[in-house]
């Protein structure tokens, strides 16, 4: 089977490596050719798939399946801590258990200088574990994609090649990509805004370990993260028409001013976008659409996503051919799963975003999870929650039925009548009596 991959991003990268495991259990050869223009060997923009790169560590367990491990130096924070900063106060919320972990990683080559020590890209990294498998990376563009029992691409450089399955992993960053032969309709995107912050090692060293999540109270921001990357820290903002000076206005808050110091540098800055719905369809004869350019999860853990998909549908034309039915069995399931997913993930979201917006509502969710911290790691249900929503280590659907749990909302509802009560005490009213006695 000869296949081309447009995209070498994780999903494009995932798609080779899980192809050739596969062939390899069947014993059969197949071709696998990458599409990438960028060179991920290349410090700051023009080597960076733009992205906070933060990643749950189960996602790291599921490559090490295929023999992919990432090294130190790829790695480069560990956290364990989240604080919210809400207008109601800061909640702090350590990591509820061990498979909940998170790492940092940079997707491009660092924003400098390329660093001695090469690459530090999540993407360079991948995309060289693929071509060590057996991949022909082609450092050319795709421009259209013909879709049929005889799938053609044309790339930049007009040259038409023909393939048995064409596999779209470009993301939603790139120039579209015509495809003809099904009404292939990219998923719709929201806009984001990112820069990186070069910290001296002593300011670094509050930051490390912890990321933390800005929910302002402004209309147009959902919300902005602080990312700890060894000596530097990525910014990123997600918004509804995000203007050009977001991130200069939202570096002088006092709460980001309060944690990053007023010395931060700003080394590089993008305003990529973020996949928020499904393309349609997600896959034809000899055709399929996998990571962003498919379907991802809202919002969170996208590099996750990219395997997922990258997995099932590998899978499907490995074992079962290229054929649109093949994918209806072998691929759609999953894609079925991420889409209602989303649903649970879209409303968790706006009622985030109403809590966010209104201290009276935010200020008993504070307490309580101030409250949970100090009880031990079962009983934290709201910070487990919490910390689910910002990394993405649990599915929504999970997440929903956690923030639905009896107890959940028999401790939020005492705190809401006991903060009417007791006022900005709370906390302290908390932790002498606990809630369930209130
Ligand atoms: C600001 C921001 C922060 C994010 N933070 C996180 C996070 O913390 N954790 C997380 O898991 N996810 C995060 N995401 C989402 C994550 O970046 C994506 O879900 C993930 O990169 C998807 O991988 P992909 O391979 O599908 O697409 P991409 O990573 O976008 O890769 C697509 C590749 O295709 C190439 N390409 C594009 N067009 C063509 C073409 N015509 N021909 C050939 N190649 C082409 C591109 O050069 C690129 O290398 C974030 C996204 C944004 C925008």
Same mark, same amino acid.
């Not at 023999?67 to 900063?85: A, M, N, T």
């Not at 579209?176 to 912050?197: D, F, L, N, W």
């Not at 206005?249 to 080394?267: C, D, N, T």
């Given at each position: 089977?000869?296949?081309?991959?447009?995209?070498?991003?994780?999903?494009?990268?995932?798609?080779?490596?899980?192809?050739?495991? &596969?062939? @390899?259990?069947?014993?059969?050869?197949?071709?696998?050719?990458?599409?990438?223009?960028?060179?991920?060997? @290349?410090?700051?923009?023009?080597?960076?798939?733009?992205?906070?790169?933060?990643?749950?560590?189960?996602?790291?367990?599921? #490559?090490?399946?295929?023999?992919?491990?990432?090294?130190?130096?790829?790695?480069?924070?560990?956290?364990?801590?989240?604080?919210?900063?809400?207008?109601?106060?800061?909640?702090?919320?350590?990591?509820?258990?061990?498979?909940?972990?998170?790492?940092?990683?940079?997707?491009?080559?660092?924003?400098?200088?390329?660093? +001695?020590?090469?690459?530090?890209?999540?993407?360079?990294?991948?995309?060289?574990?693929?071509?060590? @498998?057996?991949?022909?990376?082609?450092?050319?563009?795709?421009?259209? %994609?013909?879709?049929?029992?005889? +799938?053609?691409? @044309?790339?930049?450089?007009?040259?038409?090649?023909?393939?048995?399955?064409?596999?779209?992993?470009?993301?939603?960053?790139?120039?579209?990509?015509?495809?003809?032969? %099904?009404?292939?309709? +990219?998923?719709?995107?929201?806009?984001?805004?990112?820069?990186?912050?070069? #910290?001296?090692?002593?300011?670094?060293?509050?930051?490390?370990?912890?990321?933390?999540?800005?929910?302002?109270?402004?209309?147009?921001? #959902?919300?902005?993260?602080?990312?700890?990357?060894?000596? &530097?820290?990525?910014?990123?903002?997600?918004?509804?028409?995000?203007?050009?000076?977001?991130?200069?206005?939202?570096?002088?808050? +006092?709460?980001?001013?309060?944690?990053?110091?007023?010395?931060?540098?700003?080394?590089?800055?993008?305003?990529?976008?973020?996949?928020?719905?499904?393309?349609?369809?997600?896959?034809?004869?000899?055709?399929?659409?996998?990571?962003?350019?498919?379907?991802?999860?809202?919002?969170?853990?996208?590099?996750?996503?990219?395997?997922?998909?990258?997995?099932?549908?590998?899978?499907?034309?490995?074992?079962?051919?290229?054929?649109?039915?093949?994918?209806?069995?072998?691929?759609?399931?999953?894609?079925?799963?991420?889409?209602?997913?989303?649903?649970?993930?879209?409303?968790?979201?706006?009622?985030?975003?109403?809590?966010?917006?209104?201290?009276?509502?935010?200020?008993?969710?504070?307490?309580?999870?101030?409250?949970?911290?100090?009880?031990?790691?079962?009983?934290?249900?709201?910070?487990?929650?919490?910390?689910? #929503?910002?990394?993405?280590?649990?599915?929504?659907?999970?997440?929903?039925?956690?923030?639905?749990?009896?107890?959940?909302?028999?401790?939020?509802?005492?705190?809401?009548?006991?903060?009417?009560?007791?006022?900005?005490?709370?906390?302290?009213?908390?932790?002498?009596?606990?809630?369930?006695?209130?």
């Amino acid at each position: 089977m000869r296949i081309a991959v447009i995209g070498g991003g994780p999903a494009g990268a995932f798609f080779a490596c899980y192809a050739f495991h &596969y062939a @390899r259990q069947l014993g059969r050869t197949i071709s696998v050719d990458i599409f990438e223009p960028r060179d991920f060997f @290349r410090a700051a923009r023009p080597g960076c798939n733009m992205c906070a790169g933060l990643i749950p560590t189960y996602v790291l367990d599921e #490559m090490a399946e295929i023999g992919i491990s990432l090294p130190s130096r790829v790695i480069r924070s560990r956290i364990s801590d989240y604080s919210l900063h809400m207008s109601a106060g800061t909640l702090d919320v350590a990591q509820p258990d061990k498979k909940a972990a998170v790492v940092s990683v940079f997707r491009g080559n660092g924003p400098l200088q390329p660093p +001695p020590e090469r690459p530090i890209s999540l993407d360079a990294f991948l995309l060289s574990e693929a071509v060590s @498998r057996g991949v022909r990376l082609r450092s050319i563009a795709v421009r259209a %994609i013909e879709v049929g029992h005889e +799938p053609r691409l @044309r790339t930049m450089s007009d040259e038409v090649e023909r393939y048995d399955l064409v596999v779209l992993a470009a993301g939603v960053n790139g120039p579209q990509i015509h495809v003809e032969g %099904i009404p292939y309709r +990219p998923p719709k995107t929201q806009s984001m805004a990112q820069t990186e912050i070069f #910290m001296s090692p002593d300011a670094i060293q509050s930051l490390e370990g912890r990321v933390h999540i800005f929910l302002p109270s402004d209309k147009n921001l #959902m919300f902005g993260t602080l990312v700890p990357k060894k000596n &530097y820290v990525s910014i990123s903002l997600l918004g509804n028409n995000l203007s050009r000076d977001s991130l200069s206005l939202f570096l002088s808050r +006092p709460e980001v001013v309060g944690q990053l110091g007023v010395q931060s540098r700003a080394i590089c800055a993008c305003r990529p976008r973020i996949a928020v719905s499904p393309a349609k369809p997600l896959y034809g004869p000899g055709f399929v659409a996998v990571g962003d350019s498919g379907v991802t999860r809202l919002y969170k853990n996208g590099i996750g996503n990219a395997l997922r998909t990258s997995r099932a549908a590998a899978h499907t034309a490995i074992f079962y051919g290229p054929s649109g039915d093949a994918f209806i069995r072998g691929y759609e399931p999953l894609c079925r799963e991420i889409i209602q997913d989303n649903r649970f993930g879209r409303f968790l979201f706006s009622f985030t975003h109403v809590f966010q917006h209104r201290s009276a509502l935010s200020h008993p969710h504070m307490m309580t999870v101030k409250w949970e911290q100090q009880q031990p790691p079962r009983r934290r249900r709201l910070s487990r929650l919490i910390w689910g #929503m910002f990394t993405g280590s649990d599915p929504y659907r999970k997440l929903f039925l956690m923030s639905m749990d009896i107890r959940v909302q028999y401790h939020l509802f005492n705190c809401l009548i006991a903060d009417t009560w007791y006022g900005r005490d709370l906390h302290s009213v908390l932790v002498t009596k606990g809630s369930m006695e209130l």
